[in-house]
Nanobody, 119 residues
Framework: QVQLVESGGGLAQPGGSLRLSCVAS????????MGWYRQAPGKQRELVAR???????RYADPVKGRFTISRDNTKKTVYLQMNSLKPEDTAVYYC?????????????WGQGTQVTVSS
């Protein structure tokens, strides 16, 4: 339904921080739950965080207390602030539009942005 473009990935040291952005084009952004997912080579894509239309948030256990998802409806953008990064966070991070707050992702994905955590 919307076009998604992620940015902000790159190389970080363990304990460092990165902020990812996902910009949506098209209508209906304010009425969509949005999610961040990640996928490492040889592993399945997994939920990182979701944010609902009212601003409610949920996180996967491995990132709780370290990552924060937020949204700006005027900019049609969802963010993922990643702090205290660990090597295990290394993956391609994808933005996903729509779907239920506690449901599976839709097929509406961005192209992904690489995050590498290494010393």
């Amino acid at each position: 339904q919307v076009q998604l473009v992620e940015s902000g990935g790159g190389l970080a040291q363990p304990g460092g921080s990165l902020r990812l952005s996902c910009v949506a084009s098209g209508s209906g952004f304010s009425f969509m739950s949005m999610g961040w997912y990640r996928q490492a080579p040889g592993k399945q894509r997994e939920l990182v965080a979701r944010i609902g239309t009212s601003g409610s948030t949920r996180y996967a256990d491995p990132v709780k207390g370290r990552f924060t998802i937020s949204r700006d409806n005027t900019k049609k953008t969802v963010y993922l602030q990643m702090n205290s990064l660990k090597p295990e966070d290394t993956a391609v991070y994808y933005c996903n539009a729509g779907g239920a707050y506690y449901g599976p992702p839709t097929d509406n994905w961005g192209q992904g942005t690489q995050v590498t955590v290494s010393s």
